[in-house]
């Protein structure tokens, strides 16, 4: 699972997600010192793991899709009996 540095204090995330945490880490440390003069954010900055893109992020699980058109079928076949 692919990792990547997010910073609360401003808000941001790294530009890419990296493979491996310590490439991640690599842009902890970047923006630390770019954006804070290389102080730790109050606010908080980490590393966390995040999923693949290609698994495409946002779109509903396939179980709750399938659920969903089970639930219509059973409408539509009651429906039809009326
Ligand atoms: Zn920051």
Redesign the pocket.
């Known amino acids: 699972m692919p990792h990547l540095y997010t910073?609360q204090?401003?808000r941001?995330e790294a530009p890419q997600r990296r493979d491996y945490r310590e490439d991640a880490e690599a842009d902890q440390q970047a923006?630390r010192d770019a954006?804070?003069g290389g102080h730790r954010?109050i606010d908080g900055?980490g590393v966390r793991r995040v999923h693949h893109a290609s698994r495409g992020d946002g779109i509903l699980p396939r179980h709750t899709f399938l659920a969903f058109v089970v639930l219509l079928v059973l409408i539509l076949a009651n429906s039809c009996h009326h």
């Open positions: 910073c204090a401003c941001t923006h954006a804070h954010p900055d």
